[in-house]
C-alpha cells in the first residue's frame, strides 16, 4: 500500500495553480453519453475517479481519445451495453450520474448499486424518484444487488419533482435524463452547486434547454436531439479551499491562481473569521495567515451556498491550531467525523455528539500514523501533518487520488516537506 508522509514543514510560501473540478468533470463525462456526436471536455484533472468514469463510458460503448493532457474527446456513435460495471460502481459512487443520460438516450439502464446501500435509502432514492416522476419504470432488483430502469410505454415525459434533499448527483441525474424528454421538466428543491451550473452550461452547448440552474428551481424544456460541444470545466472549489487552508495551518502566505472567489465564498468568510487575510488580487485569491493571533469559529455544512460538507475535515484540522473552542456541525451528510479519530490519534482531543465537534483549539499536534479515511479526511491529514511535530505518516492514499491532482508536487512546490512511498 502506497503511503503519503509528511513532515514538520513551516509557513508554506508562493503560487499553486488549480485544477479542473473532479466533480464537474464527473457529470460532464456522463452527459456526453446523450449525443452520438463527438464531445470535447477541456481542464479535465488527471484524477483515479476521471479514469473510474472513463471506463463507465468506454463500458457503454463510447470511443475515448484522451492523447493530449488535460483533453477528453470522446463519442458514443451507438450504445454497445446499457449495464454498469459492478466492480466500477464499486469503485466510485459517482457512477451512478450515467443513468440519466443512459436512460434518456437509451430507455434502459442496469446498474449495480454502489457499495453497502440500501435500494430506497441513501444514496440514490432521490435519483429514482426522479426517473419515476418522468415516466421510467424503475425495478428494485434487491436480489441481484441492481437497480434496472426502463422508459415506460409514452417514452420519457417532463414532469415537476420535487426533491426531498438537495441532492447534487440527483438534480445532476434529474436535469441529463429530462433534457430529451417530452414536455417541460420542473426540478423543485434542486441543488445549486456551482457543479450543476457547470452541467447546464455544458448540455445547452449540446442543444439543450434548461434555465434557472443555479436557483433551487431548474426548468428544463425536453428537446429530440443533442449534439456534440467543446467545454472547459470550471476550478474545483474544494482544491481552492484545501490551499487556502494550507496557508492558513501553516500560517503561510499562498496564491491561489484558477481559482473562482465566488464559489469559495463561505470558507473566505470562516478563514476570516478566524482572523485570516484573504484579499481578491486579479492574479487570484491571495490567502495570508503570518498573523500569529488566529482564533476558533464555529462551522455548520450545508448544500450550497452554504459552507461545504467537503472542507469540513480540512477545516477542522486547522480549527486543532488556533485560539479556542470551535464547534463543527455536520449536516449533509450523517456519517462524516471519521478524521475526527485520526486527528485524536496526532492530539487533537475533539469529542463528537452526535452531528456535532468540538474542537478545543491551540494544540500542537503530533506526527502520527493516520489513514486517510475518505477523500477529504485525506487532506485534512495532510493538512495537519504539515504543522506536527515528526513525521505523519497516512494511508490509505488512494482515497486521495480519486479527487487531488499532483497533490504532493503542488504542496512540495510551497515548501512542504512531504513525500509519497510507492508500495504494491
Ligand atoms: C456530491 C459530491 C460530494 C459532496 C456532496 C455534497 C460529486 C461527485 N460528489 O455528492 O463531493 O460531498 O455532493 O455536497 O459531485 N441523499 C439521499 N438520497 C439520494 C441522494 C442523496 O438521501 O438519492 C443524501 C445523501 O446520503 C447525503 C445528502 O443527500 O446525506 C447529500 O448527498 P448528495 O448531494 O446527493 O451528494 P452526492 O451527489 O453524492
Known amino acids: 500500500m502506497s503511503k503519503i508522509l509528511v513532515n514538520s514543514s513551516g509557513p508554506l510560501h508562493g503560487e499553486v495553480n488549480i485544477s479542473g473540478a473532479k466533480n464537474s468533470v464527473l457529470p460532464l463525462l456522463a452527459a456526453t453519453i446523450l449525443t452520438d456526436q463527438t464531445c470535447i471536455i477541456e481542464g479535465v484533472p488527471d484524477l483515479v475517479d476521471v479514469n473510474v468514469m472513463k471506463k463507465m463510458l468506454t463500458n457503454y460503448g463510447s470511443e475515448i481519445d484522451d492523447s493530449e493532457p488535460g483533453v477528453i474527446r470522446t463519442q458514443m456513435k451507438e450504445v454497445k451495453s446499457c449495464e454498469g460495471d459492478a466492480e466500477l460502481v464499486q469503485e466510485m ?6 443513468m440519466g443520460p443512459m436512460l434518456a438516450r437509451y430507455g434502459k439502464v442496469i446498474m449495480p448499486l454502489p457499495g453497502g446501500c440500501t435500494i430506497g435509502k441513501r444514496p440514490i432514492d432521490l435519483h429514482l424518484k426522479g426517473f419515476r416522476a418522468l415516466g421510467a419504470d424503475v425495478l428494485e432488483d434487491i436480489e441481484n444487488e441492481r437497480v434496472v430502469v426502463t422508459t415506460g410505454p409514452d417514452g420519457i415525459r417532463g414532469d415537476a419533482i420535487y426533491l426531498d434533499f438537495p ?17 417541460t421538466t420542473i426540478i423543485e428543491n434542486a441543488a445549486k452547486e456551482p457543479e450543476i451550473i457547470d452541467l447546464a452550461n455544458l448540455l445547452n452547448k449540446m442543444g439543450a434547454r434548461i434555465k434557472y440552474a443555479g436557483t433551487d428551481m431548474i426548468r428544463i424544456e425536453g428537446v429530440k436531439k443533442l449534439s456534440g460541444c467543446i467545454h472547459a470545466v470550471i476550478p474545483d472549489r474544494i482544491e481552492t479551499g484545501t490551499f487556502m487552508l494550507a496557508a492558513a495551518i501553516t500560517r503561510g502566505d499562498i496564491l491561489i491562481k484558477n481559482a473562482l472567489p465566488g464559489h469559495v465564498r463561505p470558507i473566505i468568510a470562516k478563514l476570516k473569521e478566524c482572523n485570516v487575510s484573504v484579499e481578491l488580487l486579479p492574479e487570484g485569491i491571495y490567502v495570508d495567515a503570518r498573523n500569529e493571533d488566529l482564533i476558533a469559529t464555529d462551522i455548520k455544512t450545508l448544500p450550497y451556498p452554504g459552507f461545504p460538507t467537503d472542507i469540513q475535515s480540512p477545516f477542522m484540522a486547522f480549527l486543532t491550531t488556533v485560539k479556542g473552542k470551535s464547534v463543527v456541525r455536520e ?3 450523517e456519517n462524516r467525523f471519521m478524521h475526527v479519530v485520526e486527528l485524536n490519534r496526532m492530539g487533537a482531543d475533539i469529542t463528537v455528539t452526535n452531528r456535532e465537534a468540538v474542537v478545543p483549539g491551540g494544540k500542537t499536534l503530533k506526527g502520527a500514523r493516520v489513514r486517510a479515511t475518505d477523500l477529504r479526511a485525506g487532506a485534512a491529514m495532510v493538512l495537519a501533518g504539515l504543522v506536527a511535530t515528526g513525521t505523519t505518516e497516512i494511508s490509505e492514499i488512494y482515497h486521495i487520488e480519486r479527487g487531488y491532482e499532483d497533490l504532493v508536487s503542488k504542496f512540495k512546490a510551497l515548501g512542504a516537506d512531504i513525500m509519497k512511498i510507492e508500495h504494491d
Do not use: Y
Open 93 to 98: 459512487r459517482a457512477s451512478v450520474f450515467t
Open 331 to 333: 449536516t449533509v451528510f
Open 167 to 183: 441532492s447534487v448527483g440527483a438534480t445532476e441525474n434529474i436535469m441529463m435524463a429530462a433534457t430529451l424528454a417530452e414536455g
